[in-house]
């Protein structure tokens, strides 16, 4: 059975072409909204090349996007309440940061690096943790972003402490003066992400996440290796959450403590989830681009109420509409 789901696994990742992945979700009519959409963000900041600030906006929202559809599948599919997020963030961005200033390897080399060691300590993790559930899943996996975040501010000779430690950008010019090329690079991201993870959930391996998800007693008692199954999963997302960390130091040029902060990470991951659709796939995506923003506008009009209007947007959507966004359009679609 094991045999069967790594080959499962294998397939669902890399047994076809990325040629091949897009034609796939192109062919599904419900998805197609999802293609223009990137087209949509595709043309996005070639209307706004004179307003740099936008173009930020946007690289933030590509950036969380790809948080926000790992913590999805996790949670959504899997049932996998993990706060991990953060510490794997830290993990991938100091990893790449560390190969690059000490080793003076090309920035894509050290991001492809520091998201295989994020991957290789979710798979450590996941290990050790994923054999617990619910809340105390939940604690630990909370306990290893904190210990990740302290290790990062104690050890002030190897990781800069509270500073942090600049480090080289990702492409020869800087994100400050010309963002629009950092853009197009988190678009690609989180195109390769979104593609790579709907080929593994519309698959043989996706509806073995499925049935975990929803009775993870049943699909073991069928002989599935349920911890394998949780272990594999973590470790596919931990390497997206690594590449993006990494993605994120060389976009500023610097990196520090603060990327493993949970209220202002893992907040926002939550919130734009909740709001999107949890286990929805594509609702996450709408929920980021909708949360972010306003984000961005709470810091200017309330920037010390930020996380509490979060946590309020994030009850309503819980008490109110549990489908999020993303169930709302789908009733709206089916009673026309």
């Known amino acids: 059975m094991n045999y069967l789901m790594i080959e499962a696994l294998r397939r669902s990742i890399w047994g076809c072409s990325m040629k091949a992945l897009t034609i796939e979700v192109l062919r599904n009519r419900r998805n197609q909204s999802l293609i223009l959409f990137f087209i949509a963000l595709a043309l996005y900041p ?3 090349v004179d307003r740099p600030y936008f173009i930020w906006v946007a690289i933030m929202c590509n950036f969380f996007a790809v948080l926000v559809l790992n913590w999805d599948i996790l949670l959504g599919y899997g049932n996998l309440l993990s706060f991990a997020h953060t510490g794997l963030l830290a993990v991938g961005a100091y ?3 560390m190969l690059v200033n000490q080793i003076q390897i090309p920035p894509v080399i050290g991001m492809f690096s520091g998201s295989v060691i994020a991957a290789a300590m979710g798979l450590v993790l996941g290990w050790i943790c994923l054999r617990l559930r619910g809340i105390y899943l939940a604690l630990a996996t909370w306990g290893f972003s ?8 104690a050890e002030y000779y190897v990781t800069g402490g509270l500073k942090g430690f600049p480090t080289s950008f990702l492409l020869p010019v800087s994100s400050f ?3 629009i ?3 197009y690079v988190s678009l690609l991201i989180l195109f390769l992400c979104v593609l790579v993870m709907f080929k593994l959930i519309n698959s043989r ?3 073995l996440l499925t049935a975990m998800g929803n009775d993870e007693e049943a699909l073991a008692s069928l002989g599935v290796n349920v911890t394998w199954l949780k272990v594999s999963l973590f470790t596919v997302s931990s390497f997206w959450i690594g590449l993006a960390g990494a993605f994120y130091s060389h976009l500023l040029g610097y990196t520090s403590p603060a990327i493993a902060d949970f209220s202002t990470m893992m907040v926002t991951v939550m919130a734009a989830t909740i709001v999107g659709g949890l286990g929805t796939f594509f609702g996450p995506l709408l929920g980021i681009f909708i949360i972010y923003p306003l984000i961005e506008i709470i810091r200017v009009f309330g920037g010390a109420n930020q996380q509490l209007i979060l946590i309020i947007v994030i009850l309503v959507f819980i008490k109110f509409f549990r489908n999020g966004l993303w169930g709302l359009v789908k009733t709206l679609m089916y009673k026309r």
């Open 95 to 97: 990893s790449s940061v």
């Open 181 to 183: 090329y950092y853009y």
């Open 177 to 179: 003066t010309a963002p």
């Open 205 to 207: 391996y996706g509806l």
């Open 146 to 153: 904190g210990i990740v975040q302290r290790i990062l501010i």
């Open 46 to 48: 070639l209307l706004l």
